[in-house]
């Protein structure tokens, strides 16, 4: 039978958990961020002519991007990742589903 993972990793500290925990957050927001800039933005834009739409998504996208890129430099000082984490989580932000893919990842790594 199988049996649930723990939600916190046993082998960090307090410290590298939250700074875990906000890398987890601000990817979920990124990505969900492009996803809606994708596939609602950018259809409404070049189907229906509102561009409005990209605009306010995609300027709040821009500023979820850099939020995450910073969260990223900051938990990879904190916390002892591997070394495809760095570049894995930039090329993940620029992939849809991408941050997703790569937290699910860094933390089976990080279980371990």
């Given at each position: 039978m199988l049996q649930a993972q723990p939600s916190t990793l046993p082998t960090l500290t307090k410290g590298q958990n939250s700074a875990l925990k906000n890398l987890t957050i601000m990817g979920y927001l990124e990505g969900t961020s492009f996803l809606l800039l994708l596939g609602i933005a950018?259809?409404?834009?070049?189907?229906?002519?509102?561009?409005?739409?990209?605009?306010?998504?995609?300027?709040?996208?821009?500023?979820?991007?850099?939020?995450?890129?910073?969260?990223?430099?900051?938990?990879?000082?904190?916390?002892?990742?591997?070394?495809?984490?760095?570049?894995?989580?930039?090329?993940?932000?620029?992939?849809?589903?991408g941050p997703f893919i790569f937290d699910h990842l860094l933390k089976k790594?990080?279980?371990e």
């Open positions: 950018m259809p409404l834009k070049y189907m229906m002519g509102i561009p409005e739409a990209v605009k306010y998504i995609g300027m709040a996208h821009g500023a979820l991007f850099i939020a995450y890129i910073l969260i990223l430099l900051i938990a990879t000082s904190k916390i002892k990742m591997p070394l495809w984490a760095m570049p894995a989580g930039v090329l993940g932000s620029f992939l849809p589903f790594r990080l279980r």
